[in-house]
């Protein structure tokens, strides 16, 4: 990892890190209220709460993946970068990103998991991706990191793709893939490709799913090489 890298790498995290801070503090707030008012309900019979941290986490992360391109690139122009260490650096940051949020989001389950116990709380139930296969710690970072890196890295190509072709050019995209997405629900295949994919998990079935977000990666390339510092509207 060159200098180049390195000072980009720096720059974006300090600016991403306080954005990371609030959506944690609010987030722990919400468990916290949440926990609070399964606790004043534990008399209640047959009332439970059910609480996913990933929901949370995929959607900061998808946003990150799109602020990415919007706020590095240019940034990354302006003090002469080069497109492929501004390519590198936001791979190394979509890595390290996705997994320092997996492990934060794995950490904050397993503790307040053990506070519940601790007081007493046992109507509240958290679920996770993870309990397709074995629900712990470990795995939950594993899934979560394999995850992420493929929404942060479709979101990417999103952002790129809106960067440098404009409304039009992104809108018609989505708009095609929009029809795709309609067309093989109606006509079914869609579905049971969901639920092929997702009757029989394994392992294998995260580690294809972040292989597909390799490939999203490595396709955003030609427009990371061709992208100016004015972006299109």
């Given at each position: 990892?060159?200098n180049?890298?390195?000072?980009?790498?720096?720059?974006?995290?300090t600016?991403?890190?306080?954005?990371?801070?609030?959506?944690?503090?609010?987030?722990?707030g919400?468990?916290?209220?949440?926990?609070?008012?399964?606790?004043?309900?534990?008399g209640?019979?047959?009332?439970?709460?059910?609480?996913?941290?990933?929901?949370?986490?995929?959607?900061?992360v998808g946003?990150?993946?799109?602020?990415?391109?919007?706020?590095s690139?240019?940034?990354g122009?302006?003090?002469?970068?080069?497109?492929?260490?501004?390519?590198?650096?936001?791979?190394?940051?979509?890595?390290?990103?996705?997994?320092?949020m997996?492990f934060?989001?794995?950490t904050?389950?397993?503790?307040?998991?053990?506070?519940?116990?601790?007081?007493?709380?046992?109507n509240?139930?958290?679920?996770?991706?993870?309990?397709?296969?074995?629900d712990?710690?470990?795995?939950?970072i594993?899934?979560d990191?394999f995850?992420?890196?493929?929404?942060?890295?479709?979101?990417?190509?999103?952002?790129?793709?809106?960067?440098?072709?404009?409304?039009i050019?992104?809108?018609?995209?989505?708009?095609?893939l929009?029809?795709?997405?309609?067309?093989?629900?109606?006509?079914?295949?869609?579905i049971?490709?969901a639920?092929?994919?997702?009757?029989?998990v394994?392992?294998?079935?995260?580690?294809?799913?972040?292989?597909?977000?390799?490939?999203?990666?490595l396709?955003?390339?030609?427009?990371?090489?061709?992208?100016?510092i004015v972006?299109?509207?």
């Open positions: 990892m060159n180049q890298i390195k000072g980009m790498f720096y720059a974006y995290s600016e991403v890190i306080r954005t990371a801070k609030i959506f944690l503090s609010i987030f722990t919400m468990i916290i209220i949440s926990a609070i008012i399964c606790y004043l309900l534990l209640v019979d047959e009332f439970k709460m059910y609480f996913a941290i990933p929901f949370g986490t995929y959607f900061n946003v990150v993946g799109v602020l990415l391109v919007k706020n690139v240019p940034f122009l302006k003090m002469g970068a080069t497109r492929k260490n501004m390519y590198l650096m936001h791979l190394y940051f979509i890595v390290a990103y996705s997994f320092i997996a934060l989001g794995s904050l389950q397993q503790v307040t998991e053990w506070l519940f116990q601790a007081v007493g709380v046992t509240y139930i958290y679920v996770h991706p993870a309990m397709l296969l074995t712990n710690w470990a795995m939950r594993v899934v990191t995850v992420m890196i493929f929404i942060m890295a479709l979101l990417y190509l999103i952002g790129l793709i809106f960067y440098r072709t404009g409304l050019g992104a809108g018609s995209l989505l708009g095609v929009l029809v795709v997405v309609l067309y093989g629900v109606f006509e079914g295949w869609l049971q490709a639920v092929d994919l997702f009757s029989n394994t392992l294998m079935t995260f580690v294809t799913i972040f292989l597909i977000g390799l490939m999203f990666y396709i955003s390339f030609p427009f990371m090489r061709k992208i100016t972006n299109r509207r």
